[in-house]
């Protein structure tokens, strides 16, 4: 049996495996191209880990407002419906291949709530 996510290095180890994959995909690469090219990528993981780490294990180190940012950036970049369902995919596949259990099953359903909620802020959600 596969252990569950209990600590910052676990999310750490998912969002690691998770970016690998989204950068791999040329769908989804142009979203992170620049903070690839701007050489920022590991501060953002870092960031993306706080903001897990806020929503599994309540530790108050993230604090951006992660909807207005991509309310912003979809300004810039206009995100689809499509992009929402491989996100959720490839998170949820890393996160299946490494940890099973209740923060690994909450950290995949927090994210459906976060792109549904997202796609309705960007009227996707019927798109």
């Given at each position: 049996?596969?252990?569950?996510?209990?600590?910052?290095?676990?999310?750490?180890?998912?969002?690691?495996?998770?970016?690998?994959?989204?950068?791999?995909?040329?769908?989804?690469?142009?979203?992170?191209?620049?903070?690839?090219?701007?050489?920022?990528?590991?501060?953002?993981?870092?960031?993306?880990?706080?903001?897990?780490?806020?929503l599994l294990f309540q530790t108050y180190n993230y604090k951006n407002?992660?909807?207005?940012?991509?309310?912003?950036?979809?300004?810039?970049?206009?995100?689809?419906?499509?992009?929402?369902?491989?996100?959720?995919?490839?998170?949820?596949?890393?996160?299946?291949?490494?940890?099973?259990?209740?923060?690994s099953e909450n950290m995949k359903t927090r994210a459906l709530s976060?792109?549904?909620?997202?796609?309705?802020?960007?009227?996707?959600?019927?798109?």
């Amino acid at each position: 049996m596969k252990p569950d996510i209990l600590s910052r290095a676990d999310i750490q180890l998912v969002i690691s495996n998770f970016y690998k994959k989204l950068l791999k995909d040329d769908s989804m690469f142009p979203f992170f191209k620049e903070i690839v090219a701007e050489g920022t990528l590991e501060s953002h993981l870092e960031i993306i880990t706080d903001f897990w780490e806020d929503l599994l294990f309540q530790t108050y180190n993230y604090k951006n407002n992660p909807m207005q940012k991509h309310l912003n950036f979809h300004q810039k970049m206009n995100f689809e419906k499509r992009h929402f369902e491989s996100w959720l995919q490839y998170l949820s596949t890393t996160i299946d291949a490494d940890f099973s259990g209740v923060n690994s099953e909450n950290m995949k359903t927090r994210a459906l709530s976060i792109a549904n909620v997202m796609k309705v802020k960007m009227n996707l959600y019927t798109n």
